[in-house]
């Protein structure tokens, strides 16, 4: 059982929008510490996707974004694509754990 | 570029150890926390433990607590997780990763290695 509450499956067409949730606790994402959003296609190390809340590293593309709403957090992907299809995970901090914590991952499927 | 390239996984017998190993280049090595997250077959990542750059702090999540050491040498831009006692639970692959921001542990993680399956079975 993870720290950080993720859907096991999201799935959309190309095209759409979908809306990937993280939701944490008064510990973690509720206390203020920031949450970072990673993308891991099949067979590969994860990869920062979105970090404290809505920022984007160099290359990865605007159609991904990010907000946070008190103790929860939602990673947005606009203009699905084939190739977004991955497994994303939500990351913060727990100050009652003293240690990162992760969602347990949200399989994108694109249909 | 930054690199962070693992050597040391491999079979092992419950109760046993195995050191990992990370070589970082690309960056100012002791400028930066680095981290160990693991994954086990099928599941999602689990933090296992950070290293301030100086390596003077070490942080571990408490399924590995006791049992596994986090250490850094600067000088050679590597970093190593000693793992003993390990147990069936142990199994999965191990990332190293660094931390993004400068000197500052609670960074997301910016970089990561390519990833050394450790298996534990008997």
């Not at chain 1, 606790?25 to 809505?54: C, E, M």
């Not at chain 2, 017998?13 to 160990?36: D, H, I, K, V």
């Not at chain 2, 571990?60 to 831009?77: E, I, L």
Request: with cysteine; charged share 15%.
């Amino acid at each position: 059982q993870s720290v950080l509450t993720q859907p096991p499956s999201v799935s959309g067409t190309p095209g759409q929008r979908v809306t990937i949730s993280c939701t944490g606790t008064s510990s973690n994402i509720g206390a203020g510490y920031d949450v970072h959003w990673y993308q891991q296609l099949p067979r590969t190390a994860p990869k920062l996707l979105i970090y404290t809340f809505n920022n984007r590293p160099s290359g990865v593309p605007d159609r991904f974004s990010g907000s946070k709403s008190d103790t929860s957090a939602s990673l947005v992907i606009t203009g699905l694509q084939g190739e977004d299809e991955a497994d994303y995970y939500c990351q913060s901090y727990d100050r009652s754990l003293s240690g990162w914590v992760f969602g347990g991952g949200t399989k994108l499927t694109v249909l | 570029d930054v690199v962070l390239l693992q050597s040391g996984g491999g079979l092992v017998q419950p109760g046993g150890s195995l050191r990992l190993s990370c070589a970082a280049s690309g960056f100012t090595f002791s400028n930066y926390a680095m981290n160990w997250v693991r994954q086990a077959p099928g599941k999602g990542l689990e933090w296992v433990s950070s290293i301030s750059g100086g390596g003077d702090a070490t942080y571990y999540a408490d399924s590995v607590k006791g049992r596994f050491t986090f250490s850094r040498d600067n000088s050679q831009s590597m970093v190593y997780l000693q793992m003993i006692s390990l147990t069936v639970e142990d199994t999965a692959v191990y990332y190293c990763a660094k931390t993004s921001a400068l000197y500052q542990l609670l960074s997301p993680f910016d970089s990561w290695g390519q990833g050394s399956l450790v298996t534990v079975s008997s």
